[in-house]
């Protein structure tokens, strides 16, 4: 089941969040790049206890078991800022999951053109799977690595 997030189930997710981030990007990153991770998680959860659901920035989790074991995050509506799957969930579709339950939020809006992607190296083939396209060469910005991507709606 998929679900906007409360403030109840926010640190259960950012904790899978960093988890999955330590094991599958953070090997590309130095000290900075992990670093710059850990301050916006840390950044999200002070943004969320004062109330994630402005519209700026959104989060859903997807849960089994009344476990969180995927997340996907935007901000500004159509820039996806983070998607995460627990390992033991791999290669069983939870991410085109949730992207898709992303997709149908935003089909209610007829402006939306596009959804963008900063996606760690790691990530690339995910996103390419869901139909996203590289825009530009693999940048590093803070000591994070990522490829721009976007995907038409």
Not at 33 to 52: C, Q, S
Request: hydrophobic content about 35%; cysteine-free; overall charge negative.
């Amino acid at each position: 089941m998929i679900k906007e997030i409360a403030i109840d189930d926010l640190e259960q997710a950012l904790s899978l969040v960093n988890r999955v981030f330590a094991e599958f990007v953070a090997v590309d990153y130095g000290e900075q790049g992990r670093n710059t991770f850990t301050a916006y998680l840390k950044n999200k959860y002070e943004e969320a206890a004062t109330g994630l659901n402005t519209g700026h920035k959104k989060l859903w989790g997807y849960y089994k078991n009344n476990s969180i074991v995927g997340v996907i995050g935007t901000r500004d509506t159509t820039h996806i800022s983070l998607m995460f799957v627990d390992k033991k969930y791999h290669k069983q579709g939870i991410a085109k999951e949730l992207f898709n339950n992303l997709l149908s939020e935003l089909s209610e809006n007829r402006e939306v053109e596009q959804i963008t992607v900063n996606s760690s190296p790691y990530a690339v083939g995910v996103y390419e799977h869901l139909g996203f396209v590289k825009t530009d060469a693999q940048q590093e910005k803070d000591g994070i690595i990522y490829v721009p991507m976007s995907r038409l709606l």
